[in-house]
């Protein structure tokens, strides 16, 4: 059974910084994307980033250039950099990992708060 853990969440003032980590447990297929996705209330949920296992990331046009987005295979981990935060980036983050072979199978994490407020 996968699961999926998320830590790091919290409140921050704006312009302040958070890493969000999230660890995986059980068996998932090598060929996968790891991703972070967001839900603000009365939003729907959006993507945040997607790093594959080629490494080749992708992010949410309105986290470009703030956000960083990087994985361990390893630890079967992944990690979202959070820079120069804004009010508007307060969500439920919720971590994701995609198999990209076989069942192409999807597992979300419980979610961790991100507030960013003054």
């Known amino acids: 059974q996968v699961q999926l853990v998320e830590s790091g969440g919290g409140l921050v003032q704006p312009g302040q910084s958070l890493r969000l980590s999230c660890a995986a447990s059980?068996?998932?297929?090598?060929?996968?994307?790891m991703g972070w996705y967001r839900q603000a209330p009365g939003k729907q949920r959006e993507l945040v980033a997607t790093?594959?296992?080629?490494?080749?990331?992708t992010y949410g046009e309105s986290v470009k250039g703030r956000f960083t987005i990087s994985r361990d295979n390893a630890k079967k981990a992944v990690y979202l950099q959070m820079n120069s935060l804004k009010p508007e980036d307060t969500a439920v983050y919720y971590c994701?990992?995609?198999?990209?072979?076989?069942?192409?199978?999807?597992?979300w994490g419980q979610g961790t708060q991100v507030t960013v407020s003054s």
């Open positions: 994701k990992v995609q198999e990209l072979w076989g069942s192409f199978r999807a597992y």
């Open positions: 059980g068996s998932i297929l090598s060929a996968n994307a």
């Open positions: 790093i594959p296992s080629d490494n080749r990331a």
